[in-house]
Each structure stands twice: as C-alpha cells, then as structure tokens.
C-alpha cells in the first residue's frame, strides 16, 4: 500500500473544502417506489470520468467472485417523548444500548434533567437518570422487561432531522435494509436500501459473495464538522464487529482475483478499523476512525454509498477513496442532473483511486 500522504500544516484542510450549494428541493423526503428504482453515479475515479446509470444495473459492474461486505445493523425506535418530575417536556434519543436496562441517549430539553432525577417517558415509562458523560446521558429503564423491547413497543423511528415527516409505515420498511438482523443503530447503512431479495438473489445466482459486518450508526453520523481546519474535529465512537468469517471470505475473494466492495461508509469504516495494524482481524471494537484525503485504504477496492451532507465526515471520507476533485465534479453533475440526495436518496458506485494527494 502507497504510504499516507500528511497534509501540508501550512494548507490545512478546512471544512470550506468540502462544502457545496444544495437545492432544498433535491433532498429526498420519501423513498423510490421500488428499491432498486432509484439512480446509479458510476464514479471511476482512477480515469477520472463519471457515467449516469440505474441501480438496477448494478449487477453489470460485477462478476463472479467479487464480494459485497454489507453492514446488517437494524435501526431501533430510540425516539422517545416524556416529561421531568418538574413537568417540563422533554424527548429523548437513545444513541446505545448498553445492557438490558441501561442506554446512553441524548436528551433535548429547556434544562437539562440532574442526576438521581427520574423520567416519564411515553406516559408508562420510568427511566432514572444516572449520570451525565460528555454529552449524552446514562439512563436506566425501571422494571425487567429488556430495554430493546420497550423501545419496540413505545419508540418512534428516528429519522434524519433533514427529512421532514413524521415516520409511518412506509418509513418503518423502507429506512430498514431487506438484510437487517442486529438491533442497535439510530440511523439506517443508508447505501443497503436500494437492494431488495431479487437483487441479492440475483447477484448470488451470478457467483458475487456476500459477507456481513456489523456497525451500530449513531446520531453522530449527520453532525456536520464545526471546526474549521478538520485536523481538530473529534470524531463519534460507534461499536463495531466484523466476524472471522468475513475475514475469510475477504481473503478468499482477494487471493482468487475478485473485488472487494463496501456497501455504505459504515461497511467501510468498520473494515477499515479492523485492519488498522495493517492486518486485517476479526472482532469487536470501538472505532472513531476519521477517514480524510491522504488516507490509506487498506482492504476495500470499491465503494457503494449514497450522496452525503455538506460539511460532514462522510464526504471527506468519499473524497479520500475517491479524490477531492473526482468528488467536486460528482456532486457538482449529481446537482445538475438532479439527482436525488442523501438516506432516501440515489446511490454512487466508487472505483477507489490511489496515490492521492492533497487537492
């Protein structure tokens, strides 16, 4: 692998760099009709050349023995709205779970609820307040019945905050992956809902491998950086598990010639994470692995994600894998040809490009 490149201290990256004009009108509110119905941006970054397509035809840019590393993370209901013992309202978004009867959540309300104190939540639900740590809060749900099936039962999806109703029906199917199995995120491995069984199946009948991580998304995930040069951005921790069977196959396929592709930045940064030695190993962890131009990838050739925010470290992470200015002219045709933005919108397929350097 070519060695990371260090940014020049004298030109540091800012997050101006990765900013760009987005119309209002092209942030998807709903989902496509049908999964794969939505649009496809080929961005072959090693010949710096761009191609529209469909996602239906993604199948097209595969062969056998290539492999998809999917991340089977399952959004939670981790919405809740309640009140203090004070009577102030108050809503409250569970980032993690941590046991059977303790979470780690953000709480939103005109003062923030003291330690000792005690939460009704959804007019049923006790929840004590144990401890502030940084900005999230440890709570604790009364009673024996396991937390995940409390927010089963009373939560609301939690929606990206740039999407503007309220979840339904259609929400609860479609910002959840047709593969999803392991509860746990707040927000969806957005790159993963455009597939549906038929696709899967498809690609499985033409010999394309499929293997799973796990990467729990936090509500970090739509932060924008709010530090000017991102050299100084402190990035959100997120639990992880990439098992030894994923290693497996991803050695397997590399050995026989095949590809290996991410499916979402979540995917990609887990795998990322469990190769940060240089090897890649199977495990848990904890990651906050901020992935910005210069860095070194070191197991995945091609990368499936959607659009992403202005500002946000998911878009340095794709001008790393892809180049700044490959990533510049995709967003920027991506805008004229109106494509469709961001969880519900279209997808890009990237061919990773080597040897970057600051741009």
Do not use: W
């Not at 939670?76 to 409250?92: D, N, Q």
């Not at 992935?291 to 070194?296: H, L, R, V």
């Not at 340095?316 to 919108?345: C, K, P, T, W």
């Amino acid at each position: 692998m070519p060695a990371p490149i260090i940014q020049d201290d004298a030109h540091p990256l800012t997050v101006a760099d990765f900013d760009f004009t987005l119309p209002e009108e092209l942030i998807a509110q709903f989902p496509a009709e049908q999964r794969r119905q939505s649009r496809l941006l080929y961005v072959d970054a090693p010949n710096d050349a761009l191609r529209d397509d469909f996602f239906r035809h993604l199948p097209s840019y595969l062969k056998a023995g290539d492999l998809l590393v999917f991340n089977n993370t399952r959004v939670i209901k981790a919405r809740l709205h309640g009140t203090k013992e004070s009577g102030g309202k108050i809503e409250v978004l569970v980032e993690r779970v941590l046991d059977e009867h303790h979470v780690l959540a953000h709480i939103r309300a005109s003062h923030s609820p003291q330690p000792g104190s005690t939460l009704l939540l959804e007019a049923c639900l006790e929840v004590n307040v144990i401890q502030r740590e940084g900005a999230l809060y440890r709570l604790r749900f009364s009673g024996d019945e396991p937390v995940l099936d409390l927010l089963e039962r009373y939560g609301s999806l939690p929606l990206p905050p740039y999407i503007t109703h309220a979840p339904d029906a259609v929400d609860e199917t479609r910002y959840q992956t047709v593969y999803a199995s392991q509860p746990g995120a707040v927000a969806a491995p957005t790159a993963g809902l455009h597939f549906d069984e038929a696709m899967l199946a498809e690609l499985e009948a033409m010999g394309v491998r499929t293997a799973y991580v796990t990467l729990h998304v936090g509500a970090g995930t739509f932060q924008p950086v709010r530090v000017d040069n991102i050299a100084e951005h402190t990035m959100h921790s997120e639990c992880y598990q990439v098992p030894q069977e994923t290693v497996d196959a991803i050695v397997r396929a590399k050995s026989q010639g095949g590809r290996v592709m991410a499916v979402g930045t979540t995917s990609l940064r887990a795998l990322e994470s469990a190769a940060a030695d240089g090897e890649l190993k199977a495990g848990y962890g904890e990651t906050s692995i901020f992935i910005t131009p210069g860095y070194s990838f070191r197991v995945v050739e091609r990368l499936l994600t959607n659009f992403h925010l202005p500002k946000s470290t998911l878009l340095m992470l794709v001008s790393a894998f892809a180049g700044m200015d490959n990533i510049r002219r995709a967003y920027r045709h991506a805008v004229e040809q109106r494509y469709r933005f961001f969880s519900y919108g279209d997808a890009m397929l990237i061919e990773r490009k080597e040897g970057l350097a600051q741009s």
